[in-house]
Each structure stands twice: as C-alpha cells, then as structure tokens.
C-alpha cells in the first residue's frame, strides 16, 4: 500500500494542526495504521496507531491527551489531530501501514511490524 502523508506546517504553540494520511489500496480496512515522528538528530518515535476497523487506538504517552488518531475506511485516510502543540512536538511525522495478513498478536504494534511507510509531512511549532 502506497501512502501520502499531509497537513503539516507551522504552528505556535498551544495551536492545532490535523494530518491527513492517504492510502491507495481499496483493501485500506485491512491495514492497522500508525503515526511516527523524528526529530532533528533524533531516531523516529511512535506516536499513535489504530486498529483496522478503528475499535483501539493507542497512544504514546508524550501525546496522549492531546492527539487523537482516527481513519475513515469510506475515504482510505487515516487522521491526527493535534491539539495544544508543544515545542517538543516539532518533528518529521510519517503514516505506516501494519498488514492484518502479518498480524502476530502483537498489541500495539511494534515499529517493525509496519511494513509501508509514507514520505513524511514537517510540523514545526514555534514557542
């Protein structure tokens, strides 16, 4: 599965952006999805994820209170909005795909367990 993160930009802090991720495959519902980031200097962090129906999500606890991970199966796009931005937020965020037919009943989802990653989308948030 192809994806297409967007929405990213440039917010002050306490602001709200919401990123959009686009998938090309009409079997979009038997993808768990997940959101990461990287900043500078940094490796790639999870963020979020969401189960393939959109039943569970989870949620890092950096963000958790503040984000909400959702999907749209009707439109093949899974969604983060952010609210009440941090400084610390200000990263590459990046969409991923975890097949249901590589399912290992791992709950959440480890970063290698994504098999399809999108090209990322910059937030930057300015204090």
């Known amino acids: 599965v192809q994806l297409q993160a967007s929405g990213g930009g440039l917010v002050q802090a306490g602001g709200s952006l919401r990123l959009s991720c686009a998938a090309s495959r009409r079997t979009f519902s038997n993808y768990a999805l997940g959101w990461f980031r990287q900043a500078p200097g940094k490796d790639r962090k999870f963020v979020a994820t969401?189960?393939?129906?959109?039943?569970?999500?989870y949620y890092a606890d950096s963000v958790k209170g503040r984000f909400t991970i959702s999907r749209d199966n009707t439109k093949n796009t899974v969604y983060l909005q952010m609210n009440n931005l941090k400084p610390e937020d200000t990263a590459v965020y990046y969409c991923a795909a975890y097949s249901r037919s590589d399912y290992n009943n791992n709950w959440p989802p480890s970063e290698t367990d994504f098999g399809s990653w999108g090209r990322g989308t910059q937030v930057t948030v300015s204090s």
């Open positions: 969401i189960t393939w129906s959109g039943g569970i999500t």
